[in-house]
């Protein structure tokens, strides 16, 4: 079967220009309606590949995102946010983009055209078999990208991905591929819109599912969540509240003594309410 980017065809959509501002919205809306259902249908990829994620997890592996523009930067802002709303380190996930740091806010010429970089900035990492790569690609033709996957698997890396268009060749490259076929865009070919849309959900299952899996989530809530602001520290005194049903102040020196609710929860379930470290 030929290779079709459905990505890149034609917009359902015809003379943009003349349609009324609400007509606009109100057709950009239909079509993001779309996206959630094509994700569920992808559902058993998405269960393979985080199956995956969480092996080398507890393995002590890392996970890497590649990509290049909109696909690299949704790995870069999902990496980021690990962290803080996990509270694990900053080298567990790691995002990737074709051009370094600079390709974060503007594009960066041909660099998702090399076929050699995607290797050269794993292995600045470090890279081993106990990681796991996977790339970002809503065409799944990125040289960078297929590339970078197909030394991992050389090197017998685990490798999966997340692309928009079936049969491509990131995901005949890839060990456990994810697609998402949600069609053509409202502007032809602006993949930062539905595709964009739909990797950042599959992004946010993958990591939030990994997460609860390793038990970084207690009941619902991100106990080992960063208190990195006002408005955390208050949910988080919230949270002890709500756990342990002391008074806000009580909750408030809990969180102050031990730095983190799970701890201030654990403690005080051993310890009482002697807030001594």
């Not at 995102?65 to 870069?76: F, K, P, Q, V």
Request: with cysteine.
């Amino acid at each position: 079967m030929d290779f079709i980017k459905t990505t890149e065809q034609d917009s359902n959509y015809d003379e943009l220009e003349s349609m009324s501002l609400n007509d606009l919205l109100t057709n950009i809306n239909s079509e993001d309606k779309t996206v959630p259902n094509a994700v569920e249908k992808a559902l058993p990829q998405i269960e393979a590949l985080t199956e995956q994620v969480v092996k080398a997890f507890k393995q002590g592996g890392r996970l890497f995102y590649m990509g290049a523009g909109t696909s690299g930067r949704l790995g870069i802002l999902d990496a980021s946010e690990c962290p803080p709303t996990f509270g694990v380190s900053h080298d567990m996930v790691i995002g990737l983009i074709a051009g370094g740091d600079t390709a974060i806010r503007k594009a960066v010429e041909n660099a998702e055209d090399s076929t050699t970089q995607g290797w050269k900035d794993l292995e600045a990492h470090h890279i081993s078999e106990k990681d796991i790569v996977i790339g970002i690609a809503a065409s799944g033709t990125t040289p960078y990208v297929i590339h970078a996957l197909r030394a991992c698997n050389d090197n017998n890396i685990p490798t999966g991905c997340i692309t928009c268009n079936a049969g491509s060749p990131l995901s005949l490259e890839a060990q456990y591929p994810i697609e998402v076929i949600v069609g053509p865009e409202f502007v032809t070919g602006s993949s930062r819109m539905k595709a964009g849309t739909a990797q950042k959900l599959v992004l946010n299952m993958i990591t939030t599912t990994s997460m609860i899996q390793l038990g970084r989530i207690k009941g619902n809530k991100m106990v080992d969540m960063q208190l990195s602001n006002d408005k955390l520290v208050n949910r988080g005194i919230r949270m002890i509240v709500e756990a342990l049903n002391v008074s806000y102040e009580e909750a408030s020196n809990l969180l102050e003594s031990y730095g983190s609710v799970r701890l201030a929860v654990d403690n005080y379930k051993t310890h009482g309410n002697e807030t001594d470290r």
